[in-house]
């Protein structure tokens, strides 16, 4: 019984500490700007008011928003579906000795690489397709590191699916994809969310790609937007405050609905 308390107090104090920044933020973010200057550290306001939010939407935060959802997204779907074939292959197929490895080896490298090393090369891609200055290109460039770390992560998720379901299945005349889709991927589901909700923070937070290859103001992301704020004369800490705590929700409330499958996926990646 004294252990379980002592569990739940852990628990409650991690909790806490872990929410610390985002209450920090949403104080802040509602704080008039004369309190930013005071002497004393305060976590909630002493007034309130709302004047940094609406400069935000001025400034078309909502855009931004749906600029840095299109990508996510986009970038999420893409590694998946490039990601779940090469980890499936590097599982179930007879590679050539060290070949699998060899592979994997590669593949780390490339996420390990500095991202302003693969800046020269990617921008003449991105030139030669047409798809500069814009999102769709953005998510391509972000398969870079978003479709390594999604093949590195279904690896350990693939082979936890037992072989012998899909031999069964292949008795019964069920085809490659019949096999996949009825018995592989329903039982890689919280390895797939799992990953999916991994892919999409390191989307979401991605500045470096997005300032290199987005010259437009219309088409900034989040990040890149933040960035805008912080200038040579002035620093915005209330407006930097509030799009910090909007563009937490997302992940936030993405999280709290896949927590379930989340959960599971590590279970079955720790076995």
């Known amino acids: 019984m004294w252990r379980n308390a002592h569990r739940s107090a852990a628990a409650y104090a991690v909790t806490a500490i ?16 004369l309190e930013f200057v005071s002497t004393s550290v305060d976590l909630l306001p002493n007034s309130l008011t709302l004047e940094h939010y ?3 939407f001025a400034d078309d935060i909502l855009g931004k928003i749906a600029n840095s959802l299109y990508v996510t997204f986009g970038a999420t779907a893409l590694a998946l ?12 197929l007879d590679l050539p000795h060290r070949l699998d490895i060899a592979f994997l080896v590669f593949v780390l490298l490339v996420k390990l690489a500095p991202p302003l090393v693969l800046a020269i ?8 397709l047409g ?3 814009s999102l769709t290109g953005l998510v391509l460039v972000y398969q870079v ?7 590195w992560m279904l690896i350990g998720f693939v082979r936890d699916v037992p072989k012998s379901y899909e031999e069964a299945a292949l008795i019964d005349g ?13 039982i890689m589901a919280p390895g797939l969310a799992a990953t999916a909700v991994f892919l999409m923070i390191l989307s979401w937070n991605e500045f470096a790609y997005a300032l290199l ?3 437009t103001p219309s088409k900034f992301t989040l990040p890149t937007f933040i960035a805008t704020l912080i200038t040579e004369d002035e620093t915005f800490w209330g407006r930097l405050a509030a799009i910090g705590f909007l563009a937490s929700l997302p992940i936030l409330a993405l999280v709290s609905l896949v927590q379930k499958w989340l959960t599971a996926g590590f279970a079955g990646g720790l076995k």
């Open 18 to 33: 872990m929410l610390l920044p985002i209450l920090w933020m949403a104080g802040t973010s509602v704080k008039p700007p």
């Open 54 to 56: 609406r400069a935000l």
């Open 81 to 92: 579906l490039a990601g779940f074939p090469a980890a499936y292959a590097l599982v179930r």
């Open 121 to 128: 090369p990617l921008y003449q891609v991105l030139r030669s």
């Open 131 to 133: 798809l500069l200055d």
């Open 145 to 151: 590191y978003a479709l390594p770390f999604a093949i």
């Open 174 to 186: 069920a085809s490659l994809i019949q096999r996949l889709t009825t018995v592989v991927l329903p």
């Open 213 to 215: 290859f987005i010259q």
